[in-house]
């Protein structure tokens, strides 16, 4: 998987507040666009796993 750019979700407001993504080497990049350089770097099945959860509620108790 080539490196890619810094993406944002269209949601995203026009500021510096949104999470950006990005592929790079068969690795998923995630940072917040106010803190460019604290990177998480995690595989594509842990991130899918972790918006799994996201979506089923696992962490509502967290809020």
Known sequence: MPSSEWQKS????SG??????RAID????LRESDE????????PTALSAL???I???EF????
Request: negative net charge; charged residues 25%; contains cysteine.
């Open 26 to 29: 068969r690795l998923i990049e």
């Open 36 to 43: 460019g350089h604290l990177i998480l770097r995690t595989t």
């Open 51 to 53: 918006l799994d959860g």
């Open 60 to 63: 509502d108790h967290h809020a």
């Open 16 to 21: 510096n507040e949104c999470v950006e993504v």
């Open 55 to 57: 979506k089923a509620g």
């Open 10 to 13: 269209s949601y995203s407001a």
